[in-house]
């Protein structure tokens, strides 16, 4: 799984790669934000942050993080904890006084926010977030990910009862 993962970000990694890049304080200020984030969310939700990474060649353009739920995770579940933890990202980044000059544009939004969640069961064992859209993957054959759902952002808040705003 953590193979896949990596896989995963690597055009991330390669997007950040640039020699006009300069992200001393603004690394530093996103670090911090970050690991803030982290323990305030891995103490209410139960989860471990499992990735993190930034697109940076001269502001903050581009983020990704990324979670581990031990436990099976149904779609409604998922749902409710990506939705949560991506508007809880993204207030964290936005009221950051620090790292808000870094930004690529204020307010920080989905648009630029990569969100991942694993679980440890076969039922949904991955799900991203990346715009306005969620995937709900299960696990196939050999290292494989078989769609279960896609679902905009609209979709999932009214399939939740009262929404997460």
């Known amino acids: 799984?953590?193979?896949?993962?990596?896989?995963l970000l690597l055009p991330f990694v390669l997007m950040g790669a640039s020699e006009e890049r300069d992200d001393g304080k603004a690394?530093?200020?996103?670090?911090?934000?970050?690991?803030?984030?982290e323990?305030?969310?891995e103490k209410e939700f139960k989860v471990k942050c499992c990735k993190f990474g930034a697109s940076m060649p001269k502001d903050i353009e581009k983020i990704t993080i990324g979670f581990e739920k031990a436990k099976k995770g149904t779609i409604e579940e998922a749902r409710v904890l990506?939705?949560?933890?991506?508007?809880r990202f993204l207030d964290k980044i936005n009221q950051d006084e620090?790292?808000?000059?870094?930004?690529?544009?204020?307010?920080?939004?989905?648009d630029?926010?990569?969100?991942t969640l694993s679980f440890t069961d076969?039922?949904?064992c991955y799900v991203t977030f990346i715009r306005d859209e969620l995937e709900y993957l299960k696990s196939g054959e050999k290292w494989?990910?078989?769609?279960?759902?896609?679902?905009?952002?609209?979709?999932?808040?009214?399939?939740m009862e009262g929404g997460v705003k």
Not at 1 to 6: A, P
Not at 112 to 115: G, N, P, Q
Not at 144 to 159: S, V
């Open 82 to 87: 990506a939705v949560a933890i991506m508007q």
């Open 39 to 41: 323990k305030e969310i």
């Open 98 to 110: 620090d790292v808000r000059p870094y930004l690529r544009e204020h307010p920080f939004t989905r």
């Open 112 to 115: 630029r926010v990569l969100l």
């Open 122 to 124: 076969e039922d949904i």
């Open 144 to 159: 494989t990910f078989i769609t279960a759902l896609n679902e905009t952002l609209e979709e999932a808040l009214k399939k």
């Open 1 to 7: 799984m953590r193979t896949v993962v990596k896989w």
């Open 27 to 37: 690394g530093k200020y996103l670090n911090n934000v970050v690991n803030k984030f």
